[in-house]
């Protein structure tokens, strides 16, 4: 296992279009997370999964935005109408339920919104 | 809102321990104390974490003060490559909706030659 792997790790798009970025965590975590980091900022946590159930969204997750794990695997987020607003690095860490073990951050997707 | 307070930035002679420290007053007895780092355009690196018990492992040692609300990150020997943010974070593992970590801005550490 090559640990937490986001895809793509960079993306270009013109605003208005969608975007789908994808996930693969460590295969024995069932948590996974996903996360928004902008310039100067600390990663600001959007939504958390454990196993296929969405458990928790932000209140930064606008109704544009959607996040899914359909069979508790991998995991995908989407942004439809993107915005310039949008344009930041998303994150995606993952994690082992009841456990004090640390999580596992992705590289991370690059978004720019021209 | 992040739950720690740290200094904004750090600076560091190579080869010389670097302190960071951190303050979490209103950590609970559940929550544990994290410590992950951030390299310039890479996701964060977990370094090391404790709940009440100072830690050492390969890459730092964790003091964390008897009352809890305070710790210290220790890099004993700084090198360039430990030039990042270091994040400090307080969260419980084993709790559905207070696992996730929650990060504030961090300490920008800078080692010089």
């Known amino acids: 296992d090559t640990g937490v792997s986001q895809d793509p790790r960079h993306k270009i798009t013109k605003r208005g279009q969608n975007v789908t970025f994808r996930c693969d965590p460590i295969s024995e975590h069932n948590r996974l997370y996903w996360y928004r980091q902008t310039l100067g900022q600390g990663p600001e946590f959007l939504t958390y999964f454990q196993n296929e159930a969405q458990l928790e969204k932000s209140r930064l997750l606008s109704d544009r935005f959607s996040a899914e794990r359909p069979k508790g695997s991998f995991s995908t987020l989407e942004i439809q109408r993107t915005e310039q607003g949008d344009s930041a690095m998303y994150l995606c860490?993952?994690?082992?339920?009841?456990?004090?073990?640390?999580?596992?951050f992705g590289q991370g997707t690059r978004l720019t919104v021209v | 809102d992040a739950k720690t307070t740290q200094p904004t930035s750090m600076d560091c002679a190579e080869g010389r321990a670097a302190n960071l420290p951190c303050n979490h007053s209103t950590i609970s007895g559940n929550e544990y104390v994290y410590w992950y780092r951030q390299i310039h355009s890479q996701g964060p690196q977990y370094i090391i974490h404790?709940?009440?018990n100072n830690e050492t492992n390969e890459m730092a040692s964790l003091i964390i003060t008897e009352d809890r609300k305070s710790s210290t990150l220790i890099l004993p020997h700084a090198t360039l490559r430990d030039t990042a943010v270091y994040y400090c974070i307080v969260s419980n593992p084993r709790s559905y909706n207070t696992d996730k970590l929650i990060f504030g801005t961090g300490t920008r550490l800078q080692v010089f030659p």
């Open positions: 404790g709940l009440k």
């Open positions: 860490a993952s994690s082992l339920e009841n456990s004090n073990t640390e999580a596992f």
